[in-house]
């Protein structure tokens, strides 16, 4: 069992930087691959970026490549996510996700574990 919890949300505006971060705990080995998620009201829930377990490979979402990077430091079981230029498009709620595989999972439902979400609202 991993549980995660996010931290870091909040009101900013637009051409603004936030930084999430998703701590994990429950397991002592960090070899799962983690991943944040978005979901905006009326919306489905989308995937924002993935990072596999080491760390070295990353995935993003067109619409936030360039402006958003996904990190992980696994000594301290933590994965961040730097959003910078944020846009009111980007306001949603942010969710922390971890998934049992070694490789790097961007497909939803192969994410077992979810945080609470935090809110992030980005204002014109």
């Known amino acids: 069992q991993v549980q995660l919890v996010e931290s870091g949300g909040g009101l900013v505006q637009a051409g603004g930087s936030l930084r999430l971060s998703c701590a994990a705990s429950?397991?002592?080995?960090?070899?799962?691959?983690m991943a944040w998620f978005r979901q905006a009201p009326g919306q489905e829930r989308e995937l924002v970026a993935a990072i596999h377990w080491s760390g070295s490979r990353t995935y993003y979402a067109d619409s936030v490549k360039g402006r958003f990077t996904i990190s992980r430091d696994n000594a301290k079981n933590t994965m961040y996510l730097q959003m910078n230029s944020l846009k009111p498009e980007d306001t949603a709620v942010y969710y922390c996700?971890?998934?049992?595989?070694?490789?790097?999972?961007?497909?939803?439902?192969?994410?077992?574990?979810w945080g609470q979400g935090t809110q992030v609202t980005v204002s014109s």
């Open positions: 429950g397991r002592t080995s960090s070899s799962y691959s």
């Open positions: 996700a971890a998934g049992d595989s070694l490789a790097l999972v961007t497909t939803p439902s192969r994410y077992g574990y």
